[in-house]
């Protein structure tokens, strides 16, 4: 019982807000409660999940990744190109293995030559993207004539018991991260370099190999979201995944994820994710332009990194 007062008072915030956005969403349009419109928000959420599990080690170490838009791009096309020559197993194989050297890459730099995760990302979200328009030509690949195009097609619209595929997957990446940061050596060290790095370090534990890991994850679940969202658009666009980085950044800073690291928890990411896609949903019924949804998007983060910096004064006071 103590565990589960000291959680919701942890999460009383990020509840409260997605409790009053479900409250809202339902007096402003009454197709928001329908199943079909449930079904379709967890369809839409899940390339943002699926990049927030990884955006949430990341943040945990005190880091961040601007790059995860952009290897999503990466992934999306690589996937939807090499459909044509080989096996669609192969093929995205191939497209998680680029991203996941891409965020191995801002790992190392990060970790070994001690640049600003900011500065590193940054750069790395330009170079991803460069090389998502090199592959294609700028021009976007349709899948649809390539073999193994009934498989994706399958992913994208199919589902077992009601649930929809691209459901079950995002249902998998939250699991296996919650089961990586509970019960794992990786979870517990990613926890405490972001609470005490310096503790860290004079305990003897090689900092520099676990501060890669999470941005190595961060590139699977961007090459993951990658396939996922290739699969939902039926092309790999060289344009996919832009402002993702942002709204998974939002979605863990509203979960309660602390910007310096050290503390944040999956269902506070979960949490997170649903609130900004109740918010895209209700807009998008109401037919809102896409501009006030990025102007909405951006207030929030700004909002969620001010009452996390509140709770954080209020605990050390």
């Known amino acids: 019982m103590n565990q589960i007062k000291e959680y919701l008072r942890e999460q009383a915030i990020p509840l409260i807000v997605l409790l009053l956005m479900v409250f809202i969403a339902s007096l402003v349009s ?20 699926i990049v927030s599990m990884g955006m949430l080690l990341v943040i945990l170490t005190g880091g961040i990744d601007l790059s995860v838009g952009s290897t999503v791009a990466v992934a999306g096309v690589l996937c ?3 459909m044509k020559t080989m096996p669609i197993g192969g093929a995205i194989c191939l497209a998680i293995i680029a991203s996941s050297v ?19 990302t940054l750069g790395m979200m330009s170079f991803a993207r460069g090389i998502a328009y090199w592959y294609t030509k700028s021009l976007p690949i349709s ?19 009601g649930i929809p595929y691209l459901a079950v997957i995002w249902i998998i990446i939250v699991i296996l991260t919650a089961i990586i940061l509970k019960y794992s050596v990786m979870g517990r060290i990613v926890y405490s370099i972001g609470g005490n790095e310096t503790a860290v370090r004079l305990s003897g534990i090689k900092v520099k190999t676990w501060k890669i890991m999470p941005y190595l994850f961060s590139g699977i679940c961007a090459g993951i979201g990658g396939v996922v969202l290739t699969a939902r658009l039926g092309v790999g666009t060289p344009t996919g995944g ?7 950044i939002a979605a863990v800073v509203i979960g309660g994820t602390s910007f310096s690291g050290g503390k944040g928890t999956v269902s506070g990411v979960i949490i997170g994710v649903f609130v900004l ?3 895209n949903n209700i807009l998008d019924l109401m037919n809102v332009p896409s501009y006030p949804q990025m102007m909405l998007k951006g207030g929030i983060i700004v909002a969620a990194v001010i009452l996390s910096k509140f709770r954080e004064n209020s605990i050390i006071g």
């Open 30 to 49: 009454p197709v928001f409660l329908s199943v079909s419109n449930f079904t379709n928000i967890v369809v839409q959420i899940a390339v943002t999940m």
């Open 80 to 82: 939807a190109g090499l």
């Open 102 to 120: 891409l965020g191995l890459t801002s790992g190392v730099i990060i970790a070994l030559l001690k640049i600003a995760p900011f500065i590193v």
């Open 143 to 161: 899948w649809f004539s390539f073999p193994g195009s009934n498989f994706l097609y399958a992913v994208a619209t199919g589902n077992v018991r």
């Open 242 to 248: 832009n402002g993702l980085e942002m709204d998974s």
């Open 277 to 279: 896609g109740i918010i």
